[in-house]
């Protein structure tokens, strides 16, 4: 099983510091709905692992998150894709929870769910936490600069962890795909 993981806001769809709210604000990022398709046409199962803080903040309901899940699915469905799963925590940052990114319960129910360690698989992010996430289970930590990735970027190389120091850094997620599929990947 070749395991990749993908934070949502900012990787596949467009972020916003207001958050994104409704299906009618989420909105893919140009090629990451074929990327994912990419992924999956060559053997990758695809997992989201995302913080969605405004759950539990209340700035939108259960359906709304469920809605915006859907229409991401149903988008890379029909780009020739799958996701495999889709794992968030909805708490606030003072609920004191294990899922809430950069700590690793999101990771931790990915394998509860496959049966398998995601140690060695590559998790795509656009944030500091979503990489330290992914390093806490030994993932390879992969930086995309859409979302907030050009932000992040500047301040990798201040990092005291050489895997954070030393992440590969992507335009965006299809340049993720075509790196991952490449023949020498």
């Not at 390093?135 to 390879?140: Q, R, V």
Request: net charge negative.
């Amino acid at each position: 099983m070749k395991i990749i993981i993908l934070d949502r806001d900012g990787v596949i769809n467009q972020d916003s510091d207001a958050y994104v709210k409704s299906e009618q604000e989420w909105l893919p990022i140009p090629g990451s709905l074929d990327a994912i398709a990419k992924l999956c046409q060559h053997g990758f199962d695809v997992f989201v692992a995302t913080n969605q803080s405004g759950l539990g903040r209340g700035y939108f309901s259960q359906t709304d998150l469920d809605a915006m899940h859907t229409k991401m699915t149903n988008l890379v469905e029909q780009a020739g894709g799958c996701i495999a799963g889709i794992f968030y925590c909805p708490h606030s940052p003072i609920d004191a929870c294990d899922c809430r990114k950069p700590l690793a319960g999101l990771l931790d129910q990915i394998e509860n769910f496959t049966k398998h360690n995601v140690a060695g698989c590559p998790i795509v992010g656009d944030s500091l936490r979503d990489l330290q996430a992914g390093i806490a289970k030994d993932c390879t930590p992969l930086l995309v600069r859409t979302g907030k990735g050009q932000k992040t970027a500047a301040i990798l190389a201040d990092q005291t962890d050489t895997k954070l120091r030393n992440a590969k850094i992507f335009d965006d997620l299809m340049a993720v795909a075509n790196y991952l599929t490449a023949d020498n990947a």
